[in-house]
């Protein structure tokens, strides 16, 4: 329905909730529809994301636990039915649960052989998606780019944060500590390109404006503005920095604060405004409000 429409979520489509694993398959499956008639559905890595690729489950629910365990036994479940029907057991991938490292609570096992690096589901779902990313003039990212995050090289940030989901460092699941330091620095420390707040803050005082022109100046292609999620904005989707800064996150999760859905528009690269959603499902177009410099 959505014709050649470019959609992007930035990310956070784990934690604070069940039904993780019909999350990534549905956003799997608009990506596929999309591309069949010329659109396209990018989803970015967030904080969250790669919490749990590298086992902090700290934000996660006993629904997730639960719903990665019921994963692997429907996974178990057709791996049995293939192989009595003499047909190839090859795609079906389940994580072997016996094999979770020592001391970590073992409602949690399931998640993480799904989701460590190298894990079935971080291959398919997690390691293919981006950090950043660009489309026309608009910058994506969860947190926020800073200009040492331009200077390392966005295409390289992406490159081995993907490296590292799919294990093709030297470590496998298997030998992975639990908050081992190979995370690539970019998503954990105090610079993290999926933790910054820099431009999300409500406050205008702590909303670095100049900082930001900076980093769209130094952008290699043409960028204008960059959207970012991570920090909740509890008057909706908004601007700020003449527009340069469009923090759209509204804890839509009911895990957050079961905010009211909307969508930040963007039309021929130009028109900017906000999907919100009206009771019975109906979409209302809306200006996107701005913070005063």
């Known amino acids: 329905a959505g014709g050649t429409t470019t959609v ?52 996660a629910t006993t629904d997730g636990a639960l719903d990665f365990q019921r994963w692997c036994t429907l996974q178990k479940m057709g791996e049995r039915m293939k192989q009595r029907c003499g047909q190839s057991v090859d795609g079906i991938k389940v994580p072997p649960l016996t094999s979770c490292p020592e001391g970590l609570n073992p409602v949690w096992c399931a998640r993480y052989l799904a989701l460590a690096p190298g894990g079935p589901m971080a291959k398919r779902f997690l390691a293919p998606q981006n950090v950043v990313m660009q489309v026309g003039s608009t ?6 780019i800073l200009p040492q ?25 298997m030998q ?36 930001l022109d900076q980093v769209l100046k130094s952008m290699p292609h043409d960028a204008r503005r960059m959207v970012m999620g991570h920090t909740i904005q509890t008057q909706g989707i908004n601007s700020a920095c003449g527009g ?34 009206l009771d019975g499902g109906v979409a209302e177009r809306v200006p996107v409000h701005s913070e005063p410099q």
């Open 8 to 59: 992007v979520q930035v990310g956070d489509q784990l934690d604070r909730g069940g039904n993780e694993v019909a999350v990534f398959y549905f956003l799997e499956r608009m990506a596929k529809e999309a591309q069949k008639v010329g659109g396209a559905v990018y989803s970015l890595n967030g904080n969250h994301e790669t919490l749990n690729v590298a086992a902090r489950f700290r934000y």
């Open 176 to 211: 992975l500590a639990i908050g081992d330091a190979s995370i690539p620095h970019h998503l954990i420390d105090s610079k993290s390109v999926v933790w910054r707040r820099d431009y999300s803050d409500s406050n205008p005082d702590q909303c670095k404006c100049d900082l």
């Open 244 to 277: 340069q800064a469009l923090r759209v996150d509204v804890g839509m999760s009911k895990g957050c604060r079961d905010g009211t859905p909307e969508v930040l528009e963007i039309i021929k690269d130009k028109i900017i405004s906000r999907l919100v959603e």
């Open 139 to 144: 910058v994506f990212a969860h947190g926020g």
């Open 149 to 173: 995050h331009v200077q390392y090289g966005l295409d390289r940030i992406n490159n081995e944060t993907s490296a590292w989901i799919s294990g093709d460092q030297a470590q496998t699941p």
